[in-house]
């Protein structure tokens, strides 16, 4: 994940609690910046979760089968 993008989504988030606010402008790049972050947490995420193997009691291992929802 790039620093500059967290480091520009805390600083929104702490004007956004100051009596100045975001302006309108900084609302919707606030809102882009934090799309952009979750969908970099969602897909780092699915790949953590392709690459979970069990094993069982007997050492066998299997991948981590995938269900839909």
């Known amino acids: 994940m790039d620093k500059k993008l967290i480091d520009r989504i ?5 004007k956004s ?6 302006t309108d402008k900084e609302k919707e790049e606030q809102k ?3 799309e952009k972050y979750l969908q970099n ?8 979760l392709n690459s979970v ?3 069982d009691k007997d050492g066998n291992r299997k991948p981590l089968i995938s269900k839909e929802i």
């Open 32 to 34: 882009v910046l934090r």
């Open 10 to 14: 805390n600083q929104l988030a702490r």
């Open 41 to 48: 947490f969602r897909s780092n995420f699915k790949n953590t």
């Open 53 to 55: 193997v069990i094993v």
């Open 17 to 22: 609690k100051t009596a100045e606010g975001l």
